[in-house]
């Protein structure tokens, strides 16, 4: 499928629905054939019910394994990816709930464990971005909820899986581009992802002699919710990269297929950079 450079005007507010966006996102691509990479396996995905979080528990559905997606308020989009998980063949559970609460988290990884029996794999993706180009626009408040959405339960849900979690089993991370290459539109959801980075690394450090790897993914810009819902002009959006164009959730869920999967096992604490050729130094 030919992949769109330009994107029409639309009107969404966070968190945007991917069942409003012109156009869809491509989810996975028709010929992506699974091959049991995670066969029997258990995944939680945080923000999973629309753009990557969806494209990954669709992926990792067509691996093999069962679901349980986590979101803020999106019952329609959530309940389309259930319905993309079964057509899949396997079981989607969804939990709904806000991520800054501790309590909520925990009980999240208490419940897929209880509903789909164990935990192997946990995606920590959910994420919120205000765009502002001044730190004097920046309100405290603002500042605060950034992290308490994007950082901290990061932290939650890992210490929570970890009760579950055994050799073999994988965390993995979503940071941005915005970590390597700074941003002056979004310093303080930037600084979030850079924090992401450093934290992905540390745990994978901590968790290494349990063999239990950590890693991340840090994307450019991908045609997903967040970007209507956030952004004022979309027309444009991803063609400041070297391939000239935005990229789709079908092109960042193959890349936390492979680092959940056994092919992955000897690599810890590092990212796939799938950003449409921005070159990273470190
Ligand atoms: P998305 O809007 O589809 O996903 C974000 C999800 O986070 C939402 O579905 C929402 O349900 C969830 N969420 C937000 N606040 C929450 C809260 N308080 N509690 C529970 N869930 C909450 O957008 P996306 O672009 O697929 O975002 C997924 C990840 O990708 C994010 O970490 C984002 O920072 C990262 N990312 C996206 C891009 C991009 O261009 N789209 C680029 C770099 C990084
Ligand atoms: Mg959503």
Same mark, same amino acid.
């Given at each position: 499928m030919s992949k769109p450079s330009t994107f029409p005007e639309q009107e969404q507010s966070?968190?945007?629905?991917?069942?409003?966006?012109?156009?869809?996102?491509?989810?996975?691509?028709?010929?992506?054939?699974?091959s049991d990479k995670l066969n029997g396996k258990v995944a939680l995905i945080s923000g999973g019910d629309s753009g990557i979080g969806r494209s990954v528990a669709i992926h990792f559905a067509r691996e093999g394994a069962d679901v349980g997606i986590i979101y803020l308020e999106e019952s329609e989009d959530?309940?389309? !990816?259930?319905?993309?998980?079964?057509?899949? /063949?396997?079981?989607? *559970? +969804?939990?709904?709930?806000?991520?800054?609460?501790?309590?909520?988290?925990?009980?999240?990884?208490e419940k897929c464990v209880s509903e789909l029996g164990q935990l192997n794999i946990l995606v920590n993706n959910a994420a919120i971005q205000f765009p502002k180009d001044s730190a004097e626009e920046i309100s405290e408040s603002q500042f605060r909820k950034t992290f308490d959405t994007n950082i901290f339960p990061y932290f939650y849900l890992s210490k929570?899986?970890?009760?579950?979690?055994?050799?073999?089993?994988?965390?993995?991370? !979503?940071?941005?581009?915005?970590?390597?290459? /700074?941003?002056?539109? *979004? +310093?303080?959801?930037?600084?979030?992802?850079?924090?992401?980075?450093?934290?992905?690394?540390?745990?994978?450090?901590?968790l290494a002699s349990k063999n239990i790897r950590v890693n991340g993914v840090a994307p450019g810009p991908i045609w997903t919710?967040?970007?209507?819902?956030?952004?004022?002009?979309?027309?444009?959006?991803?063609q400041d990269t070297p391939l000239g164009r935005a990229g789709?959730?079908?092109?960042?869920?193959?890349?936390?297929?492979?680092?959940?999967?056994?092919?992955?096992?000897?690599?810890?604490?590092?990212f796939i950079h799938v950003n449409g050729g921005e070159i990273i130094g470190s």
């Open positions: 966070q968190p945007g629905d991917e069942h409003k966006m012109n156009p869809r996102p491509e989810i996975i691509r028709d010929s992506y054939r699974g959530a309940s389309k !990816t259930r319905e993309l998980v079964e057509k899949e /063949g396997r079981k989607c *559970l +969804l939990l709904q709930g806000d991520v800054s609460s501790y309590d909520f988290c925990k009980s999240a990884v929570c899986a970890l009760k579950y979690l055994a050799e073999g089993d994988t965390i993995i991370n !979503t940071s941005s581009v915005t970590a390597y290459r /700074g941003s002056e539109h *979004l +310093l303080d959801y930037s600084s979030t992802k850079g924090a992401i980075v450093s934290f992905t690394r540390s745990l994978a450090k901590m919710p967040l970007i209507p819902a956030t952004f004022d002009d979309v027309s444009d959006f991803g789709q959730p079908s092109e960042v869920g193959p890349a936390y297929v492979f680092l959940a999967c056994e092919d992955a096992s000897y690599i810890t604490g590092q």
